[in-house]
């Protein structure tokens, strides 16, 4: 059974750091996410709580209504990938995916094979000889074999060129496809993955900005661009999230999709429309001059 | 092969009327699942499913349960009135007020395309 994900006014602190700040959301079972944040947003923090590697602070987490805190049996199908790798480093390749193989019920070992291959990692080889990108590798190969129903992958793609970004996109998508599963994905490189996520969570400084179906997170970025003086009165009122200006030309970026009788009237006011990239939105967003409140 | 101008599901389900108006897709054929879209566009399979949905509320594809989606018997014909409709407002308005803009006559206009169609 693939689980739901249920998160309510969550609190994770390191000493004085507030990481987490009472963030509240609800996960429906068998989607790809996009956890989108900066450095220092909270990402790994509340990936770190949903795979139990922590516990909260403050509020709570169920995972298929129960807390996954030492909970064997939800444990043994959610499966969290970091940076860290998490493996014996003298360990070699080989030893580290029989291990897996072990411990996980739907362990894949064609795929984990065939990933292997894709990657280029020798079996032979020493976790700590591997190279960021091919360690990032082994990350991605624990973390799609173990096809855990809960699958928790923190910026796997450290290191990897395109083409191996691109194996890994793909393999996901199609893994998924044949075997669909919960799949929370975090990333900084938006633009080339945000096809695959049904859905968008954002979250800057510890607290939820936006959780929405990509598509319609995609088309809420508008950029205005005209006069100045007009530009302005079009956009007053609205959700500016930045501006900038070259001479008496203005460019302003809002929040929130435009109606077909708002966009005429912007056409009659010699002010031209263009989409907003879903990553200069995500930038826009987190970048610090809005509260994250000032978007819902 | 996606943009940013619309939603992808959108985009989908504009190729699909596309391919239906050019012949590529055929009446009564049927088209790709939704996990056979997903996988060779690289895309969400759930965005895939909504440009699919979307076609079955205009009528444009019908489901045969447990088979899959198919081009809808009168889609072609359907789709071209439609587009036939809007082509004065969507194509030659827009051609028009360039045309005005740069001091490009009707008459200019109407020359060229006598001599194009000659």
Same mark, same amino acid.
């Given at each position: 059974?693939?689980?739901?994900?249920?998160?309510?006014?969550?609190?994770?602190?390191?000493?004085?750091? +507030?990481?987490?700040?009472?963030?509240?959301?609800?996960?429906?079972?068998?989607?790809?996410?996009?956890?989108?944040?900066?450095?220092?947003s909270?990402?790994?923090?509340?990936?770190?709580v949903?795979?139990?590697?922590?516990?909260?602070?403050?509020?709570?987490?169920?995972?298929?209504?129960?807390?996954?805190?030492?909970?064997?049996?939800?444990?043994?199908?959610?499966?969290?990938?970091?940076?860290?790798?998490?493996?014996?480093?003298?360990?070699?390749?080989g030893?580290?995916?029989?291990?897996?193989?072990?411990?996980?019920?739907?362990?894949?070992?064609?795929?984990?094979?065939?990933?292997?291959?894709?990657?280029?990692?020798?079996?032979?080889?020493?976790?700590?000889?591997?190279?960021?990108?091919?360690?990032?590798?082994?990350?991605? *190969?624990?973390?799609?074999?173990?096809?855990?129903?809960?699958?928790?992958?923190?910026?796997?793609?450290?290191?990897?060129?395109?083409?191996?970004?691109?194996?890994?996109?793909?393999?996901?998508?199609?893994?998924?496809?044949?075997?669909?599963?919960?799949?929370?994905?975090? +990333?900084?490189?938006?633009?080339?993955?945000?096809?695959?996520?049904?859905? *968008?969570?954002?979250i800057?400084r510890?607290?939820?900005?936006?959780?929405?179906?990509?598509?319609?997170?995609?088309?809420?970025?508008?950029?205005?661009?005209?006069?100045?003086?007009?530009?302005?009165?079009?956009?007053?009122?609205? +959700?500016?999230?930045?501006?900038?200006?070259?001479?008496?030309?203005?460019?302003?970026?809002?929040?929130?999709?435009?109606?077909?009788?708002?966009? %005429?009237?912007?056409e009659?006011?010699?002010?031209?429309?263009?989409?907003?990239?879903?990553?200069?939105?995500?930038?826009?967003?987190?970048?610090?001059?809005?509260?994250?409140?000032?978007v %819902? | 092969?996606?943009?940013?101008?619309?939603?992808?599901?959108?985009?989908?389900?504009?190729g699909?009327?596309?391919?239906?108006?050019?012949?590529?897709?055929?009446?009564?054929?049927?088209?790709?699942?939704?996990?056979?879209?997903?996988?060779?566009?690289?895309?969400?399979?759930? +965005?895939?499913?909504?440009?699919?949905?979307?076609? *079955?509320?205009?009528?444009?594809?019908?489901?045969?349960?447990?088979?899959?989606m198919?081009?809808?018997p009168?889609?072609?014909?359907?789709?071209?009135?439609?587009?036939?409709?809007?082509?004065?407002?969507? *194509?030659?308005?827009?051609?028009?007020?360039?045309?005005?803009?740069?001091?490009?006559?009707?008459?200019?206009?109407?020359?060229?395309?006598?001599?194009?169609?000659?």
């Open positions: 059974m693939i689980p739901m994900i249920s998160v309510r006014d969550l609190t994770v602190r390191y000493g004085a750091t +507030t990481a987490v700040d009472g963030l509240t959301m609800e996960l429906a079972p068998g989607r790809i996410y996009g956890l989108l944040g900066r450095n220092g909270g990402k790994t923090s509340l990936l770190s949903l795979a139990a590697y922590r516990r909260a602070d403050g509020g709570s987490v169920e995972i298929d209504g129960v807390d996954p805190f030492e909970n064997a049996r939800i444990m043994r199908d959610t499966v969290f990938v970091r940076d860290t790798l998490d493996v014996p480093e003298g360990d070699r390749v030893k580290v995916l029989d291990f897996h193989a072990r411990l996980r019920p739907r362990w894949d070992a064609g795929l984990a094979e065939r990933l292997t291959e894709a990657f280029g990692l020798d079996r032979r080889k020493r976790v700590s000889a591997l190279s960021r990108g091919q360690r990032s590798g082994l990350g991605v *190969v624990l973390g799609l074999a173990s096809r855990a129903s809960l699958t928790l992958l923190d910026e796997v793609y450290l290191g990897m060129d395109a083409a191996a970004r691109s194996t890994f996109y793909r393999e996901l998508l199609d893994d998924y496809l044949a075997h669909p599963r919960t799949i929370i994905l975090s +990333t900084h490189l938006i633009q080339e993955v945000a096809d695959l996520f049904e859905e *968008v969570v954002i800057d510890g607290r939820l900005v936006v959780q929405e179906e990509t598509d319609t997170f995609r088309a809420r970025g508008v950029a205005v661009t005209g006069p100045a003086e007009a530009v302005e009165t079009f956009v007053s009122g609205r +959700t500016v999230l930045g501006r900038q200006s070259l001479g008496g030309v203005r460019q302003a970026t809002l929040y929130g999709g435009l109606g077909d009788e708002e966009e %005429r009237r912007a009659q006011a010699g002010l031209s429309l263009a989409p907003v990239g879903i990553q200069d939105l995500f930038v826009h967003l987190t970048s610090g001059e809005h509260t994250p409140e000032a %819902r | 092969m996606f943009d940013e101008r619309s939603p992808i599901y959108v985009q989908i389900a504009d699909i009327k596309n391919d239906i108006l050019s012949g590529a897709l055929e009446e009564d054929g049927q088209v790709m699942s939704t996990n056979q879209y997903a996988a060779f566009y690289r895309i969400n399979p759930a +965005t895939a499913a909504k440009g699919f949905a979307q076609l *079955v509320d205009e009528g444009v594809l019908y489901k045969k349960r447990g088979i899959g198919f081009v809808t009168d889609a072609r014909a359907k789709l071209r009135d439609e587009r036939r409709k809007r082509f004065f407002a969507d *194509v030659v308005g827009p051609m028009l007020e360039e045309a005005a803009r740069i001091g490009v006559s009707v008459d200019e206009i109407r020359k060229h395309l006598d001599g194009a169609t000659r």
